[in-house]
């Protein structure tokens, strides 16, 4: 069924087929995993070429700072998909600064660590962000994590304030002296 392949693809696997044969008789003892069927040059376009993506990046930017900035450039654009939806930068950026101003009334300072009990959600991510903003550091609290371990967690690292949701604030212990609720303050 030739019509399944483009013209070209069928020229590369010739090139492939041909530079396998030609190396097989160059080295009849090597056993055929160890042969190249890429030619030296196609090789090297796609180590080499197709993989140099560094990109250079504001060295004196936070995260926060970044993410701002982009937020401003393009507030429309979307940052995220999940499960058929989507967030814009402004949406996730103005719900971040709004957590981080929340946490900041709460007490929260640059030093100061935070609790991230959250499922993978685009909550999580204005979560991570709003704490970031709020000069503080996170900590991520896995609400799969028997209740055991996520007490070990808060104290082990002095946490006094997380963030959360209403759906999943019932499975987080007692330890959490000041519980953010997301969807809710």
């Given at each position: 069924?030739?019509?399944?392949?483009?013209?070209?693809?069928?020229?590369?696997?010739?090139?492939?087929?041909?530079?396998?044969?030609?190396?097989?008789?160059?080295n009849?003892?090597?056993?055929?995993?160890?042969?190249?069927?890429?030619?030296?040059?196609?090789?090297?376009?796609?180590?080499?070429?197709?993989?140099?993506?560094?990109?250079?990046?504001?060295?004196d930017?936070?995260?926060?700072?970044?993410?701002?900035?982009?937020?401003?450039?393009?507030?429309?654009?979307?940052?995220?998909?999940?499960?058929?939806?989507?967030?814009?930068?402004?949406?996730?950026?103005?719900?971040?600064?709004?957590?981080?101003?929340?946490?900041?009334?709460?007490g929260?300072?640059?030093?100061?660590?935070?609790?991230?009990?959250?499922?993978?959600?685009?909550?999580?991510?204005?979560?991570?962000?709003?704490?970031?903003?709020?000069?503080?550091?996170y900590?991520?609290?896995?609400?799969?994590?028997?209740?055991e371990?996520i007490?070990?967690?808060?104290?082990?690292a002095?946490?006094?304030?997380?963030?959360?949701?209403?759906?999943?604030?019932?499975?987080?212990?007692?330890?959490?002296?000041?519980?953010?609720?997301l969807?809710?303050?």
């Amino acid at each position: 069924r030739s019509d399944l392949f483009e013209q070209t693809s069928m020229r590369r696997m010739l090139g492939h087929f041909e530079n396998l044969l030609n190396a097989a008789l160059q080295n009849p003892d090597a056993r055929i995993a160890e042969l190249p069927m890429m030619s030296a040059e196609e090789r090297q376009q796609i180590l080499v070429h197709s993989n140099t993506t560094s990109a250079e990046y504001p060295r004196d930017l936070t995260i926060p700072q970044a993410f701002e900035n982009q937020a401003q450039r393009t507030p429309e654009a979307t940052a995220l998909l999940f499960e058929g939806r989507s967030w814009t930068y402004r949406e996730i950026n103005e719900n971040a600064n709004r957590l981080a101003r929340t946490l900041a009334k709460r007490g929260i300072a640059p030093g100061s660590l935070v609790g991230i009990f959250l499922d993978r959600s685009p909550e999580m991510v204005v979560a991570l962000m709003g704490v970031l903003k709020a000069g503080a550091a996170y900590v991520p609290l896995d609400p799969a994590h028997p209740l055991e371990r996520i007490s070990l967690l808060l104290q082990d690292a002095g946490l006094s304030s997380v963030v959360t949701s209403s759906a999943i604030k019932h499975r987080l212990p007692g330890e959490a002296h000041q519980v953010v609720i997301l969807d809710e303050d």
